[in-house]
């Protein structure tokens, strides 16, 4: 299957900073890439829907000023997580769009484990 | 209504046994359906993917979709304790859509 990268894999920072996270698409082009975060023993929740060259899309409830997306070419997305807190640590995993043949597949990424101390 | 639910979990069987994960969707409109397997504290890992009604199967994997019913099953046979882990069903429209994740069902396999 088609790879997923993601950087940091962890990080610790202190509260009010601000944590970058990039997620590439390793052998594969992907106009399309998701942010989703998983707090412990639950369930993924989609964050954002991030497109090459156009603005996100963020699910209601996301704060589109604090969880920055950039998707600046067909391999990267990026999420800045700004002004973190504590409230904010999870695990954030990004998964990319493969498309062709009878339909679309998504891959994720190994995911970036946050604590906001 | 939830749009994907699964099985409630968690779900044990003992190696060498064949286990049964499924899954039910409410949007009619639903075209492509997928298997993630999440092992506790690492990230979704797509072991199975399916389109049409029928069967298909993959090593130790099968998937069976059946869209008039509106439900999509994993079975795994011989299991193995490698095999424990959180299991998610997925779901979309097709092309261009967001996938819908089932809460997933906690599969434990015992040596």
């Known amino acids: 299957g088609a790879v997923v990268s993601q950087h940091p894999s962890r990080v610790i920072c202190k509260s009010g900073t601000s944590v970058k996270i990039e997620c590439r698409s390793l052998?594969?082009?992907?106009?399309?890439m998701f942010w989703y975060r998983q707090f412990p023993k639950q369930s993924l929740m989609l964050m954002a829907t991030?497109?090459?060259?156009?603005?996100?899309?963020?699910e209601q409830g996301v704060e589109k000023d604090k969880f920055l997306i950039n998707h600046a070419s067909l391999t990267l997305s990026t999420l800045t997580v700004t002004s973190a807190h504590p409230e904010d640590s999870s695990f954030y995993i990004c998964?990319?769009?493969?498309?062709?043949?009878?339909?679309?597949?998504?891959?994720f990424g190994p995911g970036t484990r946050l604590t906001v101390l | 209504q939830k749009e994907v639910e699964q099985n409630s979990g968690p779900l044990s069987v003992p190696e060498g046994a064949i286990a049964s994960l499924n899954c039910t969707y409410s949007?009619?409109?639903?075209?492509?359906f997928f298997w993630y397997r999440q092992y506790s504290g690492k990230s979704p890992e797509l072991i199975m993917s399916?389109?049409?009604?029928g069967d298909k199967e993959d090593g130790r994997f099968t998937a069976q979709l059946n869209k008039a019913s509106q439900y999509v099953s994993l079975l795994i046979r011989d299991s193995q304790p490698s095999d424990s882990a959180t299991y998610l069903c997925?779901?979309?429209?097709?092309?261009?859509?967001?996938?819908?994740f089932g809460k997933g069902t906690l599969l434990t396999v015992n040596p």
């Open positions: 998964s990319a769009r493969v498309t062709g043949g009878v339909g679309d597949t998504q891959y």
């Open positions: 052998d594969f082009q992907a106009t399309t």
């Open positions: 991030s497109n090459e060259g156009s603005k996100a899309t963020y």
């Open positions: 949007d009619r409109g639903s075209q492509s």
């Open positions: 399916i389109y049409s009604n």
């Open positions: 997925a779901v979309n429209r097709g092309s261009n859509y967001k996938l819908t």
